[in-house]
């Protein structure tokens, strides 16, 4: 059974760029989530989308946005980009189940470099 | 929200048992407590999860404190690839709260 598949993996842009990120869930997987992980600050919650709607949203300013289309494939965009946005950005998705007892399977990650 | 504690570091040498422990004393009666661990240059991996007994996996096994404040993770017998950052995460609150983690450091 194919994993989570992140693309691209690596990518350097430039300030003031703009960057898509997808991300393809596992089959069956309908929950996508997307956090940022830096050396300083760790890995930290950016969005959640179920069925096509996000579902929660993290402390990020609003250059960071994402969405999910009909098939659970999920995209996340960051305009603007400022060198702190360099970072691994990880998708991970889920089953629907019970609130706590979701297991999320994570992708390899996209890391972004910002010149 | 569930804040969690563990230790920045541990060590261990290969092919002994590895105890790496976690308090969460602020956890509610309904969080599952998951573990995951990330290895160099990859993303987190579901190590397993559990609500009030002990659970058991291929992986690994976890120790639930009875009342529900702190919980072990147990490595059985770790190799060198068990070297990861292992986070504990209340669920579902795992999506808003990822500490630093232990990085597990296994000697040969």
């Known amino acids: 059974k194919a994993g989570v598949t992140q693309t691209p993996r690596y990518l350097i842009k430039t300030r003031g760029q703009q960057v898509t990120l997808s991300c393809s869930p596992i089959?069956?997987?309908?929950?996508v989530s997307w956090y940022q992980q830096t050396p300083g600050q760790g890995l930290q919650f950016l969005f959640e989308?179920?069925?096509?709607?996000?579902?929660n949203k993290g402390n990020f300013p609003g250059r960071f946005s994402g969405r999910q289309f009909s098939n659970s494939r999920s995209e996340m965009n960051v305009s603007t980009l400022e060198l702190g946005d360099s970072a691994l950005y990880l998708c991970?998705?889920?089953?629907?189940?019970?609130?706590?007892?979701?297991?999320?399977?994570f992708g390899a990650g996209s890391r972004l470099t910002v010149l | 929200d569930a804040k969690t504690t563990q230790p920045n570091s541990m060590e261990s040498n290969e092919e002994e048992p590895v105890h790496l422990p976690c308090n969460h004393s602020?956890?509610?009666?309904?969080?599952?407590i998951h573990w995951y661990r990330q290895l160099p240059s990859q993303g987190p991996e579901y190590v397993i999860h559990?609500?009030?007994?002990?659970v058991n996996n291929r992986m690994a096994s976890l120790a639930i404190a009875e009342d529900r404040k702190s919980s072990t993770l147990i490595l059985h017998r770790a190799t060198l690839r068990d070297a990861a950052v292992y986070y504990c995460?209340?669920?579902?609150?795992?999506?808003?709260?990822w500490g630093a983690g232990t990085k597990l450091i296994i000697k040969p």
């Open positions: 991970a998705s889920s089953l629907p189940q019970a609130s706590g007892a979701n297991v999320l399977t």
């Open positions: 089959s069956g997987h309908r929950s």
């Open positions: 989308y179920f069925s096509e709607t996000q579902r």
């Open positions: 602020t956890i509610s009666g309904t969080d599952y």
């Open positions: 559990g609500l009030t007994s002990n």
């Open positions: 995460i209340p669920a579902p609150n795992y999506q808003l709260i």
